[in-house]
């Protein structure tokens, strides 16, 4: 089994995950249909969390809704907030993949994002990276992508690691 078969698996794993929606100043995100339990300081949930805050925008509060609701608030969220805003400038770039030899291209930017984000909190930026200097690209378009996403990848690690640096500030590590 190669590497881009077992990233695909990841890639659909991640993507299975409940419903969410804001009111008024909170995130609700259904976990009820999930098999783990609310867990903050698990990957999964921060996972999951991101990927609802990045589909529909920061809020003050996330609340997770199971038969006991879990509630996060203050610097926690604000950090997730801006997990969620580098995650959303990522998920931009991969909206311009309109044609269809891009959407099903193993190295998209789709897939080369979802892939690196699998490995979330420590995303597998390197791995991408990888990935995307062993191709050899087969035209113009291919290769301009391939430049607009190793330049994403960049900006997507140098803002994670400004993220983090605030994270260690804020919780007095």
């Known amino acids: 089994m190669n590497i881009d078969s077992l990233l695909s698996v990841i890639i659909k794993k991640a993507e299975a995950q409940g419903k969410s929606e804001l009111i008024d100043d909170a995130l609700c ?9 609310p867990e ?14 990045a589909d529909n925008g920061s809020a003050s509060k996330v609340r997770m809704r199971t038969a006991l609701d879990t ?3 203050g610097p926690a969220v604000d950090i997730l907030g801006e997990l969620a805003s580098i995650y959303r ?18 190295h998209s ?4 994002f979802s892939a690196a984000w699998a490995g979330f909190p420590d995303p597998y930026f390197d791995a991408a ?11 113009s378009e291919c290769t301009v992508c391939v430049k607009k996403t190793l330049r994403a990848i960049d900006q997507a ?3 994670l690691g400004k993220v983090k640096d605030a994270a260690s500030c804020a919780g007095g590590d």
Do not use: F, P, Q
């Open 157 to 159: 690690e140098l803002c």
């Open 40 to 53: 903050i300081r698990s990957n999964e949930c921060v996972r999951c969390i991101v990927r609802h805050m």
């Open 129 to 139: 990276r990888s990935s995307l200097a062993r191709i050899k690209t087969t035209s």
């Open 89 to 106: 400038s990522a998920s931009s770039m991969k909206r311009s993949e309109d044609s269809r030899s891009c959407r099903t291209c193993d």
């Open 109 to 112: 930017c789709k897939m080369v």
């Open 71 to 73: 509630e996060l608030s």
């Open 29 to 37: 995100i259904d976990c009820r249909g999930c098999v783990r339990a």
